[in-house]
């Protein structure tokens, strides 16, 4: 399997209060993604990295954003958390942008 | 853009049976790949296949195999002699050439096995 490790794994929090969750990998691989997942919607893409400090937007990007200061951590911050942000999500890796994802275990955000 | 359409949501077999799972796909890309992920109960994503766009040759491993056809734009999943730890979600996905890499996952196929 490969290294991701995701934390935190549940977080609960009120809706304005900023949220950070983080990704790290331990495979040295230079693509970095975070998802989210929604009943009826499959897995959606928020922001992913090609590299440190180099970053770009998914489709639900709105309301997110991204860093990557060491090529094993990938942070994805919501700054003022919505209700319409509770779902769970999934940072996955990758070594190209054409290689098979890996993804992480998942962490289950809910926004009250 | 890239789309993926899983037209069964949700599919209950007996344990033993045989169960074929749909992703028909749309791409403009001449080059892409496919993937299929499998999302048990416990809900993590497990990484099943990758199949390019040059390589139809179907793929057989143990219990699960792969029917590629660029000609319908369809790349099908079948489970032979189900089990119930096939029970899960199983998620067709694509991407696409250089630039236009983002995966675009179909919605599921909720599989359910009965013992």
């Known amino acids: 399997d490969a290294g991701i490790t995701q934390s935190p794994r549940h977080k609960v929090t009120e809706t304005g209060t900023p949220v950070t969750l983080r990704c790290h990998q331990t495979?040295?691989?230079?693509?970095m993604y975070w998802y989210r997942q929604d009943p009826g919607h499959g897995l959606r893409l928020i922001h992913y990295?090609?590299?440190?400090?180099?970053?770009d937007k998914g489709e639900v990007s709105d309301g997110y954003s991204v860093s990557r200061s060491k090529t094993e951590d990938f942070l994805l911050t919501l700054e003022s958390a919505t209700s319409s942000q509770t779902s769970v999500y999934f940072c996955?890796?990758?070594?190209?942008?054409?290689?098979?994802?890996?993804f992480g275990p998942g962490t289950r955000l809910t926004v009250l | 853009a890239q789309k993926v359409t899983q037209a069964q949501t949700e599919i209950s077999v007996v344990e033993k049976e045989d169960v074929t799972l749909d992703c028909v796909y749309e791409?403009?890309?001449?080059?892409?790949?496919l993937f299929w992920y499998k999302q048990p109960p416990s809900g993590e994503l497990v990484f099943l296949i990758r199949?390019?766009?040059?390589?139809?040759q179907n793929e057989i491993s143990g219990r699960y195999s792969w029917n590629f056809q660029k000609s319908t734009s369809s790349f099908n999943f079948t489970i032979t002699a189900s089990q119930v730890v096939d029970s899960a979600v199983y998620f067709c996905?694509?991407?696409?050439?250089?630039?236009?890499?983002?995966?675009?996952f179909g919605k599921g196929n909720q599989v359910v096995v009965i013992p």
């Open positions: 996955a890796i990758s070594e190209s942008e054409t290689d098979t994802q890996y």
């Open positions: 495979e040295n691989h230079r693509y």
């Open positions: 990295s090609y590299g440190v400090k180099d970053t």
């Open positions: 791409t403009r890309d001449t080059t892409y790949y």
């Open positions: 199949r390019n766009s040059f390589d139809e």
């Open positions: 996905a694509l991407s696409g050439n250089y630039g236009n890499n983002r995966l675009a």
